[in-house]
């Protein structure tokens, strides 16, 4: 149905160009491709420090993991549906009005999630590196290869995550069983033959050596998952009404030694309820860092002994980050707009259950350097992560304000956000790779953190809030 | 009689679509004041304005003394406020929403006064039920119980009757004029026009962002006009200027 396909590409760039205009919106590919043109020429260098075939993994696991993430943006069922495209009569909901399947509608939601995101991210990206390859000495067949290879890491991330969250939807056991599985066949493998299970990632295969049959093999594989994660889709919202006893308010008087209780009692209600504080913990946070931790530890030859836990602590501090989303995906300010709360008021709110739920990296980078590292690294690497993670939550609430998930798209965010948390990130790895004791100093960085979100609660305040 | 809202050429643009267009009238206390108007005319952006959610573009608001475009919190400390498209938060009860609505307005006993709103309202089967699994009724019947569980002095509704079964809308219509009858006062956008003859002491007109009309529902009738008659000829005549 090539019109509903059409309607939901327009549909979804409107959504994202009235955010914040048609331009600026249009640039963010234009941006895309000039970073990647202009760092094609720092690859010499790169090279002295990294063997090619290293950032070329890199490259991979990115947008394998870009692919997690547009993918588990979505489609963690009904829920997850209503929080990224609201309450309104959106394409996606057509089949309540329209003789459309649901499961139709999920295909072609997908197919233009795929093809969306490609013009968004995955073809700028590779152009840029193709157009700069006269200069940078890459043979142009090894550009194109390099595009091709991506398109394939980021469908397979975005495929493999549709599967999951359809299996999620229909059952949340099987989604845990089939993860657990993933994990424990990875883990086995790596013990029998002592290989990194990330080396056997199929794009990257292809990129090493290409071959046709190695390719369609890969796209068959894609095109399993694709098919299997439509035919396994089941819509969700046929269940009865759900009922809970009370709890907000013992909830709020447990927590009332912190700051606006009754909201972060809330937020915490929202994420327990909804489901979703699983789903994202599994989607957005402990599947990626899986992921994460097999493709950088390939790089363990090319860094310093702590170095790994160092990077993967940075990375977990990111992605740890990302959590002020999930508590400001919940809810716009309408909601709130008939009670005497300032945006500001929830600004704080929001922060404050993003601290509460630092515990979860707290845990797991604790857990992960107890495992590869030794006990003398737990300390260094939570404050770092932690660290990281408070400040880059704090740059995404000055930028974002409560539309952390939308406003990324706008170039002069996004390039901001860049900027200063690679310039943190980038420090911070420095002196940590020197003497891991020094991580220490990254708990400075809760100093602008702290001012960023005062700056973001009155700057926020002195505009119209958005969602009403 | 003093004006609890008062607004003097009040006008709030968005982008190249001018919402409210200088817009000046006055609401007494102890009125039951209907702000009329055809779809997109600005009265939800009026409610919006008088209860600090949006800041207007041009002129100024008092709201019971208070400035909304400055301090919005203060005005929606002492108001009761029905948007008219918002829910309730979803993942909460409809007993858990009236609980937080009570932490975050500090309203003391708030169970035993959510209860007596469950049985005004007659939904305290649903007390337990997730906010997103109510009908549109029961919702309705939730954010009216949060826009007077703290027994504000001025309430802010609009269309407080839309989604409710005939019984209810009587229910709800008793208990506005008896709101209205104990010094209270009421600014309610509708364009149900019965509703409003049958019930408002004063009305107001907009279209298009204009104010058309505001004065007494006695002065129409005066005339030997009904309301939607009078309404329907202004508005066309306006719709026409």
């Known amino acids: ?468 | 009689m003093a004006a609890v809202i008062e607004t003097c050429g009040l006008s709030k643009v968005y982008g190249d679509v001018t919402a409210l267009d200088s817009v000046s009238l006055s609401v007494e206390k102890g009125a039951l004041f209907g702000l009329l108007g055809p779809n997109g005319s600005g009265k939800t952006t009026m409610i919006k304005v008088l209860t600090g959610q949006v800041r207007p573009t041009g002129g100024f608001a008092k709201v019971l003394g208070l400035d909304p475009a400055k301090d919005g919190v203060g005005v929606r400390e002492r108001v009761g406020i029905i948007p008219e498209q918002e829910s309730p938060p979803s993942f909460l009860s409809a007993m858990e929403y009236l609980e937080f609505v009570g932490a975050v307005r500090k309203i003391p006993d708030i169970a035993e006064k959510a209860e007596k709103w469950f049985d005004i309202l007659e939904f305290g089967d649903k007390k337990n039920v997730l906010c997103k699994d109510l009908s549109r009724g029961t919702r309705q019947k939730l954010m009216f119980a949060q826009a007077f569980i703290h027994e504000p002095v001025l309430a802010l509704i609009d269309e407080p009757l839309i989604n409710l079964d005939p019984l209810m809308q009587d229910v709800v219509k008793e208990f506005l004029s008896d709101y209205v009858r104990k010094g209270n006062t009421l600014f309610l956008s509708t364009h149900i026009l019965e509703v409003a003859e049958e019930i408002c002491s004063a009305v107001a007109i907009l279209h298009r962002g204009r104010l058309l009309h505001a004065g007494p529902v006695a002065d129409v009738r005066a005339h030997g006009e009904h309301l939607p008659g009078f309404f329907l000829s202004l508005v066309r005549k306006g719709g026409h200027a």
């Open chain 1, 1 to 468: 149905m090539p019109n509903l396909f059409s309607c939901l590409m327009k549909e979804e760039w409107r959504m994202h160009s009235t955010m914040f205009g048609s331009v600026s919106f249009a640039l963010f590919p234009v941006m895309i491709f000039g970073i990647v043109f202009m760092g094609s020429f720092l690859l010499p260098l790169l090279s002295a420090a990294f063997p090619a075939g290293d950032l070329a993994f890199l490259a991979h696991a990115t947008f394998l993991l870009l692919g997690f993430m547009v993918g588990g943006f979505g489609l963690l069922g009904n829920e997850m549906m209503n929080r990224r495209f609201g309450q309104a009569s959106l394409l996606v909901y057509s089949a309540r009005s329209l003789p459309l399947s649901e499961r139709s509608i999920f295909a072609h939601f997908v197919v233009k999630d795929i093809f969306y995101y490609f013009f968004l991210w995955v073809l700028p990206f590779g152009a840029g590196y193709i157009a700069a390859s006269p200069f940078s000495g890459v043979p142009l067949s090894r550009a194109l290869l390099l595009l091709l290879t991506l398109s394939l890491s980021f469908l397979l991330g975005l495929c493999v995550v549709f599967l999951l969250s359809s299996l999620y939807v229909r059952s949340k056991t099987a989604c845990l069983l089939a993860v657990v599985f993933l994990g424990v066949a990875a883990g086995i493998y790596t013990f029998w033959s002592g290989t990194n299970p990330a080396l056997l990632f199929p794009p990257y295969l292809l990129y090493s050596a290409f071959s046709w049959m190695a390719f369609l093999a890969t796209a068959l594989a894609i095109a399993v998952l694709f098919a299997a994660s439509v035919v396994l889709f089941s819509p969700e919202g046929r269940s009865s009404a759900r009922t809970y006893r009370r709890v907000l308010g013992r909830l709020a008087k447990m927590l009332s030694f912190l700051p606006d209780s009754p909201i972060v009692a809330k937020d915490l209600l929202d994420l327990a309820r909804s489901g979703i504080g699983i789903g994202q913990t599994l989607f957005s946070f402990l599947i990626p860092l899986v992921v994460i931790w097999f493709f950088l530890s390939l790089l363990r030859g090319s860094l310093p002994p702590h170095g790994l836990i160092i990077i993967f602590s940075l990375t977990t501090g990111i992605i740890a980050s990302t959590i002020y989303t999930w508590v400001t995906e919940f809810d716009s300010f309408g909601p709130y707009s008939c009670l005497p709360v300032s945006v500001s008021t929830l600004i704080a709110g929001k922060m404050t259950t993003f601290l509460v739920l630092q515990a979860l990296p707290a845990v797991f980078i604790g857990t992960v350097a107890t495992l590869s590292s030794g006990p003398e690294l737990v300390a260094p690497v939570i404050v770092l992560c932690l660290s990281i993670s408070v400040y880059a939550a704090g740059v995404m609430a000055y930028l974002c304000g409560l539309s952390p998930s939308v406003l990324v798209y706008d170039v002069r965010v996004l390039i901001t956000y860049l900027v200063l948390d690679s310039v943190a990130l980038v420090l911070l790895a420095a002196v940590s790779f020197a003497n891991s004791l020094y991580a220490f100093l990254s708990l400075f960085l809760l100093v602008p953190a702290y001012i960023l979100v005062r700056a973001a609660r009155a700057r926020w305040d002195a505009r119209d809030p958005a969602g009403i």
